[in-house]
């Protein structure tokens, strides 16, 4: 049964529980209010339920928990609200998809949450969880997507990012999002050992120190660290980010000079180092960057020329002479 992207309102019919056969429950981009109705348990086959965009309210019916034919369970962009039971996951032993983004839905994360052994997509963002991430989450050998971005998860402690640990080695994880939290602590040199298919990595608008290990991984497209307390210099390794799309890393307490390997991330389109410490001249291996389109040095201690080929320069601040670099047709 499908009737998302529609204008429907009103609640979710309490009726569909007597759909014995349904296996698919759509009713997403609504305009559907009230709570998740107990008789949807009734559905024993229901295998895909999707509520998202909507207007809930509520918590989730206890009886969801034990619909062990689930796997996929998305309800984003409601107003859902409550917590999470700590064995929640016990009885879910085929989901494969969990989106519960942008509800109001507070309390730890489940620590059963890794008996869903089959997880694929773990998207709990923009809720209020709170407290530490369970250090298992790496035994979930088949996540791909794990996107805890603003909650109000972590403590500002040194072990606040012990869990990412137990992705050391792991074989498909593509995208972490832990960004806009409470994690403290510093970059563990474990960092560069993380899912060898990990493209995306999101750390910003944390409470993280210390500086970056020279051991991060190579194989990132993205990197954003913005909004911390990291120190020290960019370490030259950063060179070796040949597939580097996005790097961020404005608003933090870097020092030293912008070396020259800027120039051998050839893929680059977004370069964000504004509110830092750094100084010196802008490297003119920049120029090698024939794809970057967004580049913000700004209040730094920069001087001397920058070229100017490149669209959407925030140079204020600085001590920065632009020069037009000439471009051979």
Same mark, same amino acid.
């Given at each position: 049964?499908?009737?998302?992207?529609?204008? $429907?309102?009103?609640?979710?019919? +309490?009726?569909?529980?007597?759909?014995?056969? /349904?296996?698919?429950?759509?009713?997403?981009?609504? =305009?559907?209010?009230?709570?998740?109705?107990? @008789?949807?348990?009734?559905?024993?086959?229901?295998?895909?339920?999707?509520?998202?965009?909507?207007?809930?309210?509520?918590?989730?019916?206890?009886?969801?928990?034990?619909?062990?034919?689930?796997?996929?369970? +998305?309800?984003?962009?409601?107003? /859902?609200?409550?917590?999470?039971?700590?064995?929640?996951?016990?009885?879910?032993?085929?989901?494969?998809?969990?989106?519960?983004?942008?509800?109001?839905?507070?309390?730890?994360?489940?620590?059963?949450?890794?008996?869903?052994?089959? /997880?694929?997509? *773990?998207?709990? +963002?923009?809720?209020?969880?709170?407290?530490?991430?369970?250090?298992?989450?790496?035994?979930?050998?088949?996540?791909? %997507?794990?996107?805890?971005?603003?909650?109000?998860?972590?403590?500002?402690?040194?072990?606040?990012?012990?869990?990412?640990?137990?992705?050391?080695?792991?074989?498909?994880?593509?995208?972490?999002?832990?960004? %806009?939290?409470?994690?403290?602590?510093?970059?563990?040199?474990?960092?560069?050992?993380? +899912?060898?298919?990990?493209?995306?990595?999101?750390?910003?608008?944390? =409470?993280?120190?210390?500086? *970056?290990?020279?051991?991060?991984?190579?194989?990132?497209?993205?990197?954003?660290?913005?909004?911390?307390? *990291?120190?020290?210099?960019?370490?030259?390794?950063?060179? =070796?980010?040949?597939?580097?799309?996005?790097?961020? $890393?404005?608003?933090?307490?870097?020092?030293?000079?912008?070396?020259? #390997?800027?120039?051998?991330?050839?893929?680059? #389109?977004?370069?964000?180092?504004?509110?830092?410490?750094?100084?010196?001249? &802008?490297?003119?291996?920049?120029?090698?960057?024939?794809?970057?389109?967004?580049?913000?040095?700004?209040?730094?201690?920069?001087?001397?020329?920058?070229?100017?080929? *490149?669209?959407?320069? %925030?140079?204020?601040?600085?001590?920065?002479?632009? &020069?037009?670099?000439?471009? @051979?047709?």
């Amino acid at each position: 049964m499908s009737v998302f992207s529609n204008k $429907l309102s009103g609640g979710v019919p +309490s009726f569909v529980g007597n759909l014995s056969s /349904l296996t698919h429950f759509s009713v997403s981009d609504n =305009k559907l209010e009230g709570g998740i109705p107990q @008789e949807i348990c009734n559905l024993k086959r229901l295998t895909f339920l999707s509520l998202g965009l909507n207007r809930l309210t509520g918590t989730f019916p206890s009886c969801l928990y034990n619909m062990s034919s689930l796997s996929l369970i +998305s309800a984003p962009e409601n107003q /859902l609200n409550g917590s999470l039971s700590p064995n929640m996951f016990n009885t879910l032993p085929n989901l494969e998809l969990i989106a519960i983004a942008m509800n109001q839905i507070s309390g730890p994360i489940p620590p059963s949450i890794t008996n869903a052994s089959v /997880l694929l997509v *773990i998207d709990i +963002s923009e809720n209020h969880f709170t407290g530490k991430v369970p250090t298992s989450l790496g035994k979930l050998q088949d996540l791909q %997507y794990l996107s805890l971005y603003r909650n109000n998860l972590g403590d500002n402690s040194t072990n606040d990012l012990e869990f990412l640990k137990s992705f050391t080695n792991h074989s498909k994880l593509q995208r972490v999002d832990v960004s %806009y939290n409470n994690f403290g602590g510093h970059l563990p040199n474990f960092l560069g050992n993380l +899912s060898i298919q990990l493209s995306l990595l999101h750390l910003g608008g944390n =409470k993280i120190s210390r500086e *970056i290990p020279e051991s991060l991984g190579n194989g990132l497209a993205l990197l954003t660290m913005e909004h911390n307390h *990291i120190i020290g210099t960019i370490p030259t390794t950063s060179g =070796k980010f040949l597939n580097m799309q996005v790097l961020d $890393l404005n608003a933090n307490m870097l020092s030293g000079e912008i070396g020259p #390997f800027i120039g051998n991330l050839s893929q680059l #389109f977004h370069l964000d180092m504004g509110k830092n410490m750094l100084e010196g001249n &802008v490297p003119p291996s920049i120029g090698n960057c024939q794809k970057l389109e967004h580049l913000d040095l700004s209040q730094n201690n920069l001087t001397g020329t920058i070229p100017l080929g *490149i669209f959407n320069l %925030y140079l204020s601040n600085n001590h920065v002479e632009f &020069v037009k670099k000439l471009i @051979e047709r």
